[in-house]
Structures are given as C-alpha cells and as structure tokens.
C-alpha cells in the first residue's frame, strides 16, 4: 500500500538554527498538507500544497512540493523553542479522498 | 472558528466493556469526519472514515464489528469501541472536514486505557 516516510524521525537543534524535514511518498500525490502536533496536543493543520513545484511560506517556515508530486519538505529559519513539535506531512493520492500520514518528524529546539 | 471537541478526554475501562467517544463539530458542519489511532510517539493510522447518514469506510485490517461508527448528524460521530481489550489501549484522534474544504480540523484526542 501507499506509504509516506519522513526523515529525519528526530531533530535536535539549538534556538536560532534551521531545520527540515522531509517527506517522501511511494506514489505520486494530487497534494500534500502539513501539520504540526504540539506534545500532548493533536494536530494543526499549517498548509496545503497542491501543485508541482510549489513554494509557500509562512513567516519562518518554508514549504516545497517536489515537481514529481512524490515528495515535499519543510524548512524553518532561525528555530525558536515555540517551534518543538512533531511535523507531520500527509498526502492525498488521486481518486481517493482521504490523506496518508507520514511518520512524523520530532522537533526539539535547545534554548 | 472550526473547532472539533472529543469527549472523554480521557477513559479508563475495564476488558471486556465497551466505551463511546464523541467527535463534535462546534462551529461547522462536517459532512466528513475521520478516526485515527495513534500510538505513543508514531504517526496517525487512519481507522475508518465516516460520512453523514451512511456507513463508515473502514481502513484494511480494522474491525467493523469492534470499532462501530455512527455519523448521525453533520455535527456528530461517534466511535464504540466494543469488548475492549488490553491492546486497544491508545490515543483516539476524530477529526472534520467542512463540506467543499480539505483542512481537517482534528479534535483533543481521547486516551483510553483498558485494564
């Protein structure tokens, strides 16, 4: 079946730093959101991404969508420790209506 | 807006009982709502899909007759989790889609604990 990875599975970094995770899917996506799960919350939906080689960004944050639709990632600028989460991409392959999740990314910001 | 609230936040039962939990959309219809489990520190596994005045779609390998699924409202499904055992133990998440939207607003999650 569609699987949806995510690398790295863990990222520790010093405040100030950047970070990316990266989201690869074994099939081709119509599009690809992405979320974040505070500890002990539940996810918040940050961003759709729906054609190839799209960029958006959000203040700090810059997300990618490959030209191949198969893959897509997250860069955060300058990481403040408001950032610590797990980053989640989940994707929708086309002629199905509903979205894969990745296997997360955990993100743990130093001060 | 679009505000999803599960109740119980959390559960503690015993094996062999059954729990319900309840996924509400505050402020919005959802004709769409899913259930996901999510174990400690993994990703979310989509359970089932649930559409309003029909029958829940069930992902392979999940139990229709142990998860049971109702949407009877735009604003309301609910997921029973029947003859519960020690390893159905785990974090439930329901989350909603607005009818014609593609967010999913998820809820607070439910922790169940079977003992």
């Known amino acids: 079946g569609q699987q949806v990875m995510q690398i790295p599975q863990y990222q520790h970094v010093q405040e100030g730093e950047d970070f990316t995770t990266y989201c690869n899917s074994s099939t081709t996506l119509s599009n690809i959101q992405w979320y974040k799960q505070r500890p002990g919350g539940h996810p918040v939906f940050l961003i759709q991404?729906?054609?190839?080689?799209e960029v958006k960004k959000q203040k700090r944050l810059t997300f990618q969508f490959g030209e191949a639709k198969k893959n897509s990632s997250l860069h955060i600028t300058a990481t403040q420790t408001t950032d610590v989460g797990t980053y989640f991409c989940?994707?929708?392959?086309?002629?199905?209506?509903?979205?894969?999740f990745g296997t997360g990314t955990r993100l743990k910001v130093l001060a | 807006g679009a505000v999803v609230s599960q109740h119980p936040s959390r559960v503690i039962c015993k094996s062999g009982t059954s729990v319900k939990i309840e996924c509400r959309s505050l402020d919005f219809q959802a004709t769409t709502m899913f259930w996901y489990r999510q174990f400690p520190k993994q990703s979310l596994m989509l359970m089932a899909t649930?559409?309003?005045?029909?029958?829940?779609?069930?992902e392979q390998g999940v139990e229709k007759d142990k998860f049971l699924i109702n949407h009877a409202s735009l604003t309301l499904s609910t997921l029973t989790v029947t003859s519960a055992h020690p390893e159905d133990s785990s974090f439930y998440i329901c989350?909603?889609?607005?009818?014609?939207?593609?967010?999913?607003?998820f809820g607070p999650g439910t922790r169940l604990t079977v003992t």
């Open positions: 649930s559409n309003e005045g029909s029958k829940a779609t069930y």
């Open positions: 991404l729906v054609k190839s080689g």
């Open positions: 989940a994707g929708l392959t086309s002629g199905t209506y509903k979205y894969i």
């Open positions: 989350s909603a889609r607005i009818a014609g939207g593609y967010e999913q607003y």
